[in-house]
């Protein structure tokens, strides 16, 4: 499974009796684009055995997540370098194995069956086409970021093996020669199932690679010693649990749970390939690069059951420790190698190394112990010559030159003296550390400065450890806030951890909550706690503060659906002032302002609080609600921008908006897409950042998906760059800003480990994985708007359709009669009769239902054309007594009557000019037709006014005008007329009731509506 040669072009048949010349792939000599983030220093490590540790001469290096560190010492000082490559990385050099070499009919078969299986890659034909290579591919799910767990440095200091963990897993060789490297010099992808170990000869001549147990395969690899180029020498079966691989001369030994194994690594003479084609024909055996590798098992005598952990070699002098303490040694002067225990050091064995005549021993428990190795090899029993112990176990240790350095179980590294030992003198004489948190790390922030403490950010373990750091790696201060566990909690095995943690702007209080809910705030200057309360009946997920020279006050949120309140009163004490309750879990909240309190909850919602005080009493205050934002989504995490205008959220959808406080409105939304724009994620700990240079605005966020730190543009959303170096969950993110203007990005995860990036955006055009095709980019369909338009209900009323159940009969007949223009343009000065406005309810209803009651020919002569509108206001009384499918039968008959909406608002101005003229007359009106007429004005004033705006066809200012003229003239004309009417009705029937009144202006009426 090499990861490059089977994807080129075979330009040599296979029984060609030549060997083929390696293609050189198409996309080499292109650079890659640089890449915004650049990973500058890596605190803590994720070594567990001494596979993933080694030292060589000045150096040492150790794995941590996915890249590996290499420090050089120089006196008291070090340097680091870091090694990673991607996983479409494309190595400089390809590495031959028995895929792309010449094959004979009496070849022997490829030992992995599964390697064996027909694939497009197979082919004769290169499988893929040099547009699809690896390095024009981006990352898809199931190629999340490996984990290194192994690695190896060569004995002449020139190149660094290392083996991953995950899905393809490889094993890659850099160049040590140059400073920190994504691009290997060769990357082998022969293993299935992770890499377990790789070793260097002592020559450095061969390379071993141990698959894990599910993979079973070691593989021998020649290094040319040029160019650092790799070709598969020999390989076999070995599918016990091997826990340490290291070099005894030219024979490669493998150990483990009930296994001890010595592999024989022989370079046969090399045939040229004219006699291997004779050979070939003549049917002689197999070429000796074919042949399996030979190994032979050691007799384990009385150590049939142990487990062997680790080894040193020496030159020739063996040891081999177990994990019950036994130190054992070969014993070779017989024909099979037999295992010989010597001594037991009392103690489970992790590491040893042998410098000279003295081995010294590690163990899981801090124990520390040196043997002499002379007298090991001679299988003297009392051969310890010193122990000691210290408080942390050793997982792996090593030589330089001048130093011993060792990896704790904190994951912190120690560099120490030649004559020092951990455990002995570690207070009398100083050492190097280089801190590592040593368990999970919960979070990070960015810490204001100035600050007492002379420190960047600040970060914190669920065991209660607050730890502030500089940009160099180095701790500057260490809280330790205590965490405690109920004792129903601890016998159910649940315990409590610190979840978040907050300091305040000038640096003086640590805010801290935990899984139980409980809030505390400490004085990092005294450790003294000020403030010790349950705040939350369960996990505390979040905690914003706000201080300035005259205000302090913090919220907090957690999972019982709750958000509260507190402030720094008059005093100088914080007390708690309100209780927020919500539908569902809040999961950010931020406070701005001392006058705005923001949250967001997973109902899909943001909820703005406007904080208000009493003005004789200013230490009381409340939260009022002030206005509530929809989102598409259940959100993830929340930021603010600078000015506080707007406000960034991700979603679960995996999609990110821009929503602008003043009005709520979404101001855009976009897709979380990789570079090719075809799968997204969801985006977590957002930051908001500009870049001055580039007047550019940026949103910072990880995606536990690939375990990546993304970068977009945060206004237009187009994909910037993305890192990785995290092989488990990032659970913190944070932006720092440095007086110069640079800016550095500081990554925590639960590996462990700390990771500094620095930020340049100064070519900050977004860029695809496909940027090297000439042909423009389609741009995906998810990261599209989505399509939205919703119709007013005016624009709804005018595509409304009359019921044909409840249509009535007489105004269709009555309007068809009517459609002259000359006739409309006649009777428009006619006299208008006044029968329908006096009309009562009852009198109109029995009019509107019953044709054979309608006015006589005499009455309509004198009638002007009705309009729908002068048609609703004349029978607006008897609309209370029509259910709503006649009026809306009623309204569309008279629409479809009239045909157009021109000829309908002449008819309607025609109608309010008689209209008004009766108005003068003294003729009493009802208070519920005026409240009608004063509705229906209302309406049509208002749908007059957003016809307008829709069609732009008016001028707004003379809309307005007209509209407040005859609205207050209409007013004011009915004041008068209520006035005038029931003034002097008030004064002669004041104990009469309404209905009696209506009584008897109903002959009045009737007469008055006669011609």
Not at 694 to 710: C, H, M, P, Y
Not at 861 to 877: A, D, E, L
Request: charged residues 25%.
């Amino acid at each position: 499974m090499a990861s490059t040669p089977s994807n080129r072009l075979r330009l040599t048949p296979s029984n060609s009796p030549f060997l083929p010349r390696p293609s050189r792939s198409p996309m080499r000599g292109r650079s890659a684009p640089d890449s915004r983030l650049s990973l500058k220093r890596v605190v803590g490590t994720t070594c567990s055995c001494p596979g993933g540790f080694d030292t060589v001469q000045s150096s040492f290096a150790y794995c941590a997540g996915a890249a590996v560190v290499v420090v050089d010492i120089d006196g008291d000082q070090y340097t680091q370098r870091f090694f990673r490559a991607r996983p479409s990385a494309i190595p400089t050099y390809p590495a031959t194995t028995f895929h792309n070499a010449p094959s004979t009919p009496n070849g022997t078969p490829k030992a992995n069956d599964s390697r064996g299986r027909a694939a497009p890659r197979d082919s004769i034909y290169g499988g893929a086409d040099w547009s699809d290579s690896s390095g024009s591919k981006t990352w898809t799910s199931r190629e999340r970021i490996k984990a290194a767990t192994c690695l190896a440095l060569s004995r002449d200091g020139r190149y660094l093996a290392v083996g991953e963990t995950g899905y393809a897993p490889r094993v890659l060789i850099f160049n040590l020669q140059d400073s920190s490297s994504d691009t290997p010099l060769v990357s082998i992808s022969e293993h299935a199932f992770g890499v377990r170990a790789v070793a260097w000869s002592a020559d450095s001549r061969w390379l071993a690679s141990l698959g894990e147990a599910n993979d079973g395969f070691l593989y021998v690899w020649k290094i040319d010693p040029r160019n650092g180029s790799a070709r598969l020498f020999q390989q076999n079966r070995c599918t016990s649990y091997v826990k340490s691989m290291l070099w005894l001369g030219n024979s490669l030994i493998t150990m483990g749970v009930r296994h001890v194994k010595v592999w024989k690594v022989e370079e046969f003479k090399v045939t040229s390939p004219t006699k291997q084609r004779f050979l070939a024909e003549s049917g002689s055996s197999t070429p000796s690069s074919r042949r399996a590798l030979p190994g032979r098992n050691v007799l384990l005598g009385s150590m049939l059951e142990a487990t062997f952990t680790c080894a040193s070699v020496d030159g020739k002098k063996l040891v081999v420790c177990t994990e019950a303490g036994d130190v054992c040694i070969f014993d070779d002067e017989v024909k099979q190698v037999k295992l010989v225990r010597v001594l037991n050091v009392g103690f489970a064995i992790t590491s040893i190394i042998i410098r000279g005549d003295v081995a010294y021993v590690g163990g899981e428990d801090g124990q520390f112990a040196t043997l002499d190795v002379q007298g090991v090899m001679e299988g003297v029993e009392s051969s310890i010559l010193s122990s000691s112990r210290s408080s942390r176990g050793v997982v792996a240790m090593g030589f330089l030159t001048h130093k011993l350095v060792t990896i704790d179980a904190n994951h912190s590294i120690d560099i120490w003296n030649p004559d020092d030992t951990p455990g002995r003198n570690a207070n009398e004489f100083p050492h190097i550390t280089l801190p590592g948190h040593g368990e999970a790390i919960v979070g990070c922030q960015t810490l204001p400065t100035p600050n007492r403490m002379d420190a960047a950010f600040y970060t914190w373990s669920a065991s209660g450890i607050v730890a502030f750091w500089d940009l160099e790696g180095r701790v500057r201060s260490l809280v330790r806030v205590a965490v405690d566990t109920p004792e129903q909690d601890a016998e159910l095995g649940i315990i409590n951890q610190l979840t978040c943690a907050r300091v305040s702007k000038y640096g003086k209080l640590l805010v801290t909550a935990d899984r139980q809910g409980i809030l505390k705030v400490t004085d990092i200057a005294t450790d003294e706690c000020i403030l010790d309360t349950k705040a939350h009946t369960s996990d505390c997920v979040c905690i914003s503060l706000y201080e300035d020279d005259t205000k302090f006050m913090m919220a907090t949120c957690g999972r019982d659906r709750t958000t509260q309140l507190f402030h720094r009163n008059s005093k100088g004490q914080i007390e708690h002032f309100q209780t927020l309750d919500f539908n569902s879990k809040v999961v950010a909240v931020a406070i701005p302002s001392p006058h705005m309190v923001f949250t967001c909850s997973m109902e899909r919602t943001m909820q703005v609080h406007e904080i208000l005080s009493r003005e004789d009493e200013p230490d009381v205050m409340a939260a009022v609600p002030h206005k509530v934002i929809s989102l598409k989504a259940s959100p993830t995490s929340m930021e603010m921008s600078r000015d506080g205008s707007t406000a960034f959220v991700s979603f679960l959808d995996r999609s990110v908006s821009q929503f602008d406080l003043n009005n709520g409105r979404q101001v855009h939304n976009f897709k979380c897409v990789d570079e090719g724009g075809a799968e997204s994620a969801v985006l977590d700990c957002l930051n908001f950042g500009q870049w001055p240079p580039k007047e550019l605005d940026f949103l910072l966020g990880v995606s536990n998906t690939d375990k990546s730190i993304r970068l977009y543009d945060a206004n237009s959303g187009a994909f910037i760059d993305r890192e990785w170096g995290h092989t488990e969950a990032i659970n913190g993110l944070c932006l720092i800003e440095g007086d110069d203007g640079t800016k550095k990005v500081v990554s925590v995860g639960s590996d462990a480990t700390i990771m500094i990036w620095a930020l340049d955006l100064n070519d900050s055009s977004p860029r695809s994985s496909i940027s090297r095709d000439p042909s423009p980019v389609k741009e995906a369909t998810s990261a599209r708007p989505t399509l939205r338009r919703v119709l007013s209900k005016a624009e709804l009323a005018e595509f409304q359709k009359p019921s044909p159940g409840n249509r009535p009969s007489s105004p269709p007949r009555t309007l068809r009669r009517r459609r002259s223009r000359m006739n409309l343009a006649v009777n428009s000065s006619a006299k208008t009769p006044t029968g329908p406005l006096q009309a009562s309810p009852s009198s109109s209803t029995i009019a509107e239902d019953t044709p054979s009651k309608r006015p006589t020919g005499d009455s309509r002569q004198y009638s002007p054309p009705t309009s729908p509108r002068g048609k609703t206001v004349t029978r607006r009384p008897s609309l209370p007594a029509l259910g709503p499918a006649a009026r809306k039968t009623s309204g569309g008959n008279l629409r479809s009557a009239f045909g157009t909406l021109n000829m309908a608002t002449e008819q309607t101005c025609r109608t309010l000019r008689v209209y008004r003229k009766k108005l003068e007359s003294a003729e009493p009106l009802s208070p519920e037709v005026l409240a009608e007429l004063d509705r229906e004005l209302r309406l049509t004033a208002a749908a007059l006014g957003d016809r307008a705006i829709r069609s732009k066809a008016m001028n707004e200012t003379v809309l307005s005008g007209l509209l407040d003229q005859y609205s207050e003239r209409l007013v004011t004309l009915l004041d008068e007329k209520m006035r005038l009417t029931y003034q002097p009705r008030a004064q002669e029937k004041g104990s009469e009731s309404p209905d009696e009144c209506r009584a008897e202006g109903t002959p009045e009426d009737s007469g008055s509506s006669s011609p």
